[in-house]
């Protein structure tokens, strides 16, 4: 089945030029807000939580933007399939590459926790082009192996490593003597409550996973933010921001609080481009 829907229906949409796919993208809106209503209670109520001030009418407003930008999401990540080198520079472009250089030049590698706001997907498979450290994201296999093998040899096109979650640990072993940048999704649900760091996002009593900060203290590499802005519809810009030059010396959390509370007042200021259909606080904190 799996085959069957990328050959008959994924693959040949993902050579149509970007304005047909839009329209697409806003067929897919009505049909996934106003008529399936996917993961609407989950939405909703991820919104309200986190932004109890707001009336009625501004969290529907966001809400309506968020199924709208990730219509656009879905259509995008079927472009990928197809899209050029040069292609895929325009739609998303590296604002401040000096900075990984000069990391480079110390022959520093990097840490990158970010968010899963705008378009993280393609910035993760665009990073590799524009910097000069290997770029590796951490991912969780899909089910389908078929499909999961596609998008895996779409990202390698341009020089993104897929690592598995249940690698990591033995991929930084092995990429010690190697310049890397490894980009973590910081703002995933903790699978182990237990394990978490706990503090507040969002309004509310949160479990963060520590991965991003336990391997920069690890290994003594440099952490820096990853943030994706939205210039325009299907136009992204992903910008560097320095967090934390000496891991080593920083406190248990310290990390992991500078990365939570830049993601937070990203998406404060523009609430709609956050995965708000996540299950981000299925997990309570241990008593």
Known sequence: MGKLLFFLFIKPLSYLPFPILYRISDFFYLVIFYGIKYRQKVVFENIKNAFPEKTEAEIKTIAKGFYSHFCDLIIEAIKMFSISEE?????????????????????????????????????ATASNQQIPHQSIGIYAPLKNEFINEQIRKSRARFGLELLPKKEVKAGFQKDKNRLTAVLFGADQSPTLARTAYWTTFLNQETGV??????YAKQYDYPVVFG???????GYYEFEFIPLEDNPKETSFGEIT?????LLESIIIENPQYWLWSHKRWKRKKPV
Do not use: D, F
């Not at 996973?209 to 336990?214: A, R, Y």
């Not at 943030?227 to 519809?233: A, D, L, S, W």
């Not at 609080?257 to 509370?261: A, D, F, S």
């Open 87 to 123: 292609g895929l520079k325009k739609h998303c472009k590296i604002l401040n590459p000096e900075l990984m250089e000069a990391y480079a030049a110390q022959g520093k590698s990097l840490i990158i926790p970010a968010g899963h706001y705008n378009n993280w997907e393609m910035a």
């Open 209 to 214: 996973m520590i991965g991003s900060e336990k």
């Open 227 to 233: 943030k994706v802005t939205k210039v325009k519809r």
């Open 257 to 261: 609080e500078k990365h939570t509370r």
